[in-house]
């Protein structure tokens, strides 16, 4: 089955950039516009009154006319954010719908494309009055219709090992090609946040600016993968050659961000603030030469020098992006700065400390960079990193949030191995 979506990173996530996905996403608004006035009907209007099935009609007509552009359509509600694929709908934002869903369990509503009948519109309509009405109670676990989906990401997993052991019989079949759809963000997506974040970095390097929209959308994505791998700390992503370091160390320093930032009690929108600033850490790395990227031997004084300007450049490309993008702009700039300010790289005219998600980035961006191989060197054993890293606690890293990270290691690690 073909999807809208799964086309080259700038088309796929680039919605400012696509009339196409604009004209799209209007059609998917048109749906979501009606699926709440039809629920909204239900609250107002007893069975059989002809102002449910108008609006009943109205919602399955939109409905298909939004699977014939967008097939399978996967919808995720998710802190007040409608998003379609990794998309979020802004004028949606916080609207009464993805609030309320959200809030009543259906974080995930997914179709495979396939028009529903009457008979499952209604059915779908009754389900998701019965979480989200007025005496609605909030599902909890995944609730399957022909050709739809819907309930908690965080069960994403759950439904894949139960549907795995169906066995051979034709119910058994339908729920693993329906088990098969709902994982494709997991299974898939973190692929398309990879070439994404990929071509976001050619991007800012042959424009001069960073498009904020799709690191949003590269954000999104990767929040939503870590919900659904909630029996281990992060679906963090493996290395398959030296060349995608870069991009592969962004994303996995952010899902390590957003991990610690979420064990320490921030909020949703300050998780996510941190994953972008984490993101970005590296961003003024597209203004050095690729060569010295790349090089697998020893930098010479003067490439050293070179290197240690990218925390400086990439201050420079995010702060020209307005007060809005500050904190990635801080991270970009310190988060080669020892903890205590008194070492590392730009030096601080005036020690002090660096700011707190400065601290917390920088544990996550060691961490991970002495775990994957680079240009230069074999990755180290876990073993020695973290030995490495209780070494600089208290100078180059921040005590309290290494403890923090190991703390929160350590409960991945016990967790896993309960599981």
Same mark, same amino acid.
């Given at each position: 089955?073909?999807?809208?979506?799964?086309?080259?990173?700038?088309?796929? =996530?680039?919605?400012?950039?696509?009339?196409?996905?604009?004209?799209?996403?209007?059609?998917?608004?048109?749906?979501?516009?009606?699926? #709440?006035?039809?629920?909204?009907?239900?609250?107002?209007?007893?069975?059989?009154?002809?102002?449910?099935?108008?609006?009943?009609?109205?919602?399955?007509?939109?409905?298909?006319?939004?699977?014939?552009?967008?097939?399978?359509?996967?919808? /995720?509600?998710?802190?007040?954010?409608?998003?379609?694929?990794?998309?979020?709908?802004?004028?949606?934002? +916080?609207?009464?719908?993805?609030?309320?869903?959200?809030?009543?369990?259906?974080?995930?509503?997914?179709?495979? #494309?396939?028009?529903?009948?009457?008979?499952? =519109?209604?059915?779908?309509?009754? $389900?998701?009055?019965?979480?989200?009405?007025?005496?609605?109670?909030?599902?909890?676990?995944?609730?399957?219709?022909?050709?739809?989906?819907?309930?908690?990401? +965080?069960?994403?997993?759950?439904?894949? %090992?139960?549907?795995?052991?169906?066995?051979?019989?034709?119910?058994?079949?339908?729920?693993?090609?329906?088990?098969?759809?709902?994982?494709?963000?997991?299974?898939?997506?973190? &692929?398309? %946040?990879?070439?994404?974040? $990929?071509?976001? /970095?050619?991007?800012?390097?042959?424009?001069?600016?960073?498009?904020?929209?799709?690191?949003?959308?590269?954000?999104?994505?990767?929040?939503?993968?870590?919900?659904?791998?909630?029996?281990?700390?992060?679906?963090?992503?493996?290395?398959?050659?030296?060349? &995608?370091?870069?991009?592969?160390?962004?994303?996995?320093?952010?899902?390590?961000?957003?991990?610690?930032?979420?064990?320490?009690?921030?909020?949703?929108?300050?998780?996510?603030?941190?994953?972008?600033?984490?993101?970005?850490?590296?961003?003024?790395?597209?203004?050095?030469?690729?060569?010295?990227?790349?090089?697998?031997?020893?930098? @010479?004084?003067?490439?050293?020098?070179?290197?240690?300007?990218?925390?400086?450049?990439?201050?420079?490309?995010?702060?020209?992006?307005?007060?809005?993008?500050?904190?990635?702009?801080?991270?970009?700039?310190?988060?080669?700065?020892?903890?205590?300010?008194?070492?590392?790289?730009?030096?601080?005219?005036?020690?002090?400390? /660096?700011?707190?998600?400065?601290?917390?980035?920088?544990?996550?961006?060691?961490? !991970?960079?002495?775990? /994957?191989?680079?240009?230069?060197?074999?990755?180290?054993?876990?073993?020695? @990193?973290?030995?490495? =890293?209780?070494?600089?606690?208290?100078?180059?890293?921040?005590? !309290?949030?290494?403890?923090?990270?190991?703390?929160?290691? !350590?409960?991945?690690?016990?967790?896993?191995?309960?599981?």
């Amino acid at each position: 089955m073909s999807n809208t979506w799964s086309k080259t990173p700038h088309q796929s =996530m680039s919605a400012e950039s696509s009339s196409g996905v604009a004209q799209h996403h209007a059609l998917v608004a048109e749906f979501l516009t009606a699926l #709440g006035q039809a629920l909204a009907s239900m609250s107002l209007y007893g069975a059989g009154h002809p102002s449910r099935g108008i609006s009943r009609t109205r919602a399955h007509e939109r409905l298909a006319a939004a699977l014939a552009v967008v097939h399978p359509l996967r919808l /995720t509600f998710l802190d007040g954010d409608v998003i379609v694929g990794l998309q979020a709908l802004h004028e949606l934002r +916080a609207g009464d719908l993805g609030q309320r869903l959200g809030a009543a369990g259906v974080q995930r509503l997914e179709f495979d #494309g396939t028009v529903p009948t009457d008979a499952v =519109m209604t059915a779908l309509l009754d $389900t998701l009055y019965a979480a989200a009405g007025p005496q609605g109670t909030p599902v909890t676990q995944m609730v399957s219709l022909p050709g739809i989906r819907l309930g908690p990401v +965080a069960l994403l997993n759950d439904a894949s %090992e139960d549907n795995s052991s169906a066995g051979a019989s034709g119910v058994g079949r339908q729920e693993s090609e329906e088990s098969a759809f709902m994982d494709a963000l997991v299974a898939g997506g973190l &692929q398309e %946040e990879l070439e994404t974040m $990929t071509w976001i /970095t050619s991007s800012t390097a042959a424009k001069g600016r960073v498009p904020m929209g799709d690191v949003e959308a590269v954000i999104r994505g990767l929040s939503l993968s870590m919900q659904a791998e909630h029996d281990t700390l992060i679906p963090l992503i493996s290395l398959k050659s030296v060349d &995608q370091y870069t991009t592969v160390h962004a994303c996995n320093v952010s899902m390590l961000s957003m991990g610690l930032a979420e064990s320490l009690g921030f909020s949703s929108r300050d998780v996510r603030a941190v994953g972008t600033a984490a993101l970005l850490h590296d961003i003024g790395k597209v203004r050095l030469p690729e060569a010295l990227l790349r090089k697998a031997g020893a930098l @010479t004084d003067s490439e050293r020098e070179l290197m240690r300007t990218h925390p400086i450049e990439g201050a420079k490309l995010l702060g020209e992006r307005g007060e809005g993008h500050a904190l990635a702009a801080i991270v970009a700039y310190e988060h080669h700065v020892w903890a205590n300010g008194e070492g590392g790289y730009p030096t601080f005219q005036f020690p002090r400390r /660096t700011h707190y998600v400065s601290r917390l980035v920088q544990v996550c961006d060691v961490y !991970d960079a002495l775990s /994957t191989e680079r240009p230069y060197r074999a990755a180290w054993p876990r073993s020695r @990193t973290l030995h490495h =890293m209780r070494l600089q606690a208290g100078r180059d890293l921040d005590y !309290d949030l290494l403890l923090a990270f190991f703390d929160l290691l !350590d409960r991945a690690e016990r967790r896993q191995a309960a599981g």
